[in-house]
């Protein structure tokens, strides 16, 4: 345990000062409650390493660590089939660059605006400096829709968002990849207009490319698997193995899918996916083949997979996902889609451990009443940290010029993701919060980037 340095007043002291910092960001960042819940998560627990480290309550590293070193807007006009003109808005946050270039995905979906953009760049500091792979944190995106959308009007809506954002990138200056809404083919058409404006050939500038041309093995499946391997390593501390467990998935997008995709590896059964208009129970276990026909090639609806699945899958209307009863509960869909009677039903069920594979899927509420009934909370910061990690392997193969091979890929992310929960489970043992991955995590990535804040000065 850390040794306790300072007394009650000081203790009192570093509290006023981040209940202060708490209500000035919520003042100079109003009407953003996602970004406001993601600051308030991670200041909740620093005050234990505020106490013992001294320099890291020096006046304005904290206020710099909650302002973006960069936060960029701009218009996007394209052309439908039919020949009508829209404007999207679109968003670049480049939060924090003291551990390299600035590293998160793109997000294209109609609920984006510039709060949704700097709660995911926040949370994005935190995460890529616990993978150890030197990225700074960043998040950028739409309010563009591309559900239902032709391929040639999301071309065209992509060529028009890289006009803009190209002047912004670089291999070692920001290097966005794919979120929500945005998958392969829209970051295709996101590198072909970079290689077209600028005139080079300049792989690393995206990740989540094909891997014939400069992308990963393991990139797509990378953050549900990583998930998935986190929740095995909180298991094994609790003595139990993830092998015939049964799992409660929600989301059926690609975290979702090779969430499950991996489940089925390890022997553990996934019952459930979701979307918007409700969610399938499939007792045989969710048949990810199919469900990928479904979601991949044919964008259709978890409806769609219960019609096609027969007998053993049941479609809720409506429904919440966490009313199955199962051993583990991994939400990969979307923020605060799990919130405080979901948690309730969760443990009434007899939930072993919550690992978040989406960002921020938990609300506080749930977040608290899980960790009080004893359930493992695996947090998104680390737990759903295998994408930008294998996004960062990536980068390295693109300034090689090699590719690695799936295997290696995939024994990297696997190391890295045992790194990840070691680093929080002992930092969380190291601090007396023994169990806490969320201190854990919060702690580990913040004395990895206050470190290299202090080290380069004031700026």
């Known amino acids: ?21 708490r209500d000035e960001i919520e003042r100079r960042n109003p009407a953003q409650p996602e970004f406001h819940q993601a600051v308030r998560e991670v200041l909740d627990t ?8 001294p320099e890291y309550a020096d006046p304005g590293l904290l206020e710099r660590l909650v302002e973006p070193e960069r936060q960029i807007i701009f218009r996007v006009p394209w052309q439908d089939d ?50 150890g792979l030197g990225i700074g944190g960043g998040k950028g995106g739409s309010d563009f829709d591309p559900h239902g959308r032709s391929d040639a009007e999301v071309m065209r809506f992509c060529q028009s968002f890289m006009t803009e954002l190209h002047r912004h990138l670089g291999e070692h200056t920001d290097v966005p990849a794919g979120d929500i ?30 891997t014939g041309w400069g992308g990963s093995a393991v990139r797509p499946e990378a953050t549900g698997y990583g998930n998935v ?49 409700g969610y399938v129970v499939d007792d045989k ?18 409806s769609d997979y219960a019609e096609r699945r027969g007998a053993s899958a049941t479609f809720v209307p409506g429904g919440r996902v966490w009313e199955v009863p199962a051993d583990v509960a991994l939400p990969s869909a979307t923020q605060n889609e799990l919130g405080e009677q979901d948690a309730a039903t969760l443990v009434r069920n007899g939930v072993k451990v919550v690992s978040e594979g989406a960002n921020m899927p938990a609300t506080p509420e749930a977040v608290r009443l899980l960790r009080q009934a004893g359930v493992s909370f695996g947090p998104g910061k680390a737990a759903n940290a295998g994408g930008v990690a294998v996004s960062a392997l990536e980068m ?58 202090i080290a380069q000065g004031v700026i």
Not at 6 to 20: F, K, M, N
């Open 1 to 21: 345990m850390v040794p306790e340095r300072g007394h009650v007043t000081t203790r009192t002291a570093i509290q006023a000062r981040l209940d202060a910092l």
């Open 46 to 53: 620093l005050a234990p390493v505020l106490a013992a480290r």
């Open 82 to 131: 039919h020949g009508r003109v829209h404007v999207n808005r679109g968003f670049r946050v480049e939060f924090n660059s003291a551990l390299g270039p600035y590293k998160g995905g793109l997000r294209f979906h109609p609920s984006v605006d510039l709060g949704i953009i700097k709660f995911l760049g926040f949370e994005q500091i935190f995460k890529n400096a616990l993978t």
């Open 181 to 210: 809404g945005v998958g392969g083919r829209e970051i295709g058409y996101l590198f072909g207009q970079y290689r077209r404006i600028t005139n080079r050939w300049e792989a690393g500038v995206l990740t989540g490319k094909g």
């Open 229 to 277: 391997l986190f929740a095995a390593a909180m298991l094994r501390e609790r003595g139990e193995d993830l092998e015939g467990q049964t799992v409660v998935v929600s989301g059926s997008g690609n975290v979702a899918i090779y969430t499950m995709e991996k489940l089925h590896a390890l022997g553990a059964n996934p019952l459930t996916c979701s979307d918007s208009s």
């Open 285 to 302: 276990g969710v048949d990810v083949e199919l469900l990928k026909q479904v979601k991949e090639v044919e964008r259709g609806r978890v």
């Open 396 to 453: 390295a193969q693109n300034h090689s010029r090699t590719t690695w091979s799936r295997q290696k890929v995939e024994e990297e992310l696997a190391r890295i993701m045992g790194d990840i929960h070691r680093t929080c489970h002992e930092t969380a043992e190291r601090y007396g919060v023994p169990g806490d991955y969320v201190t854990g995590a919060n702690i580990a990535g913040f004395e990895r980037v206050a470190d290299a804040m």
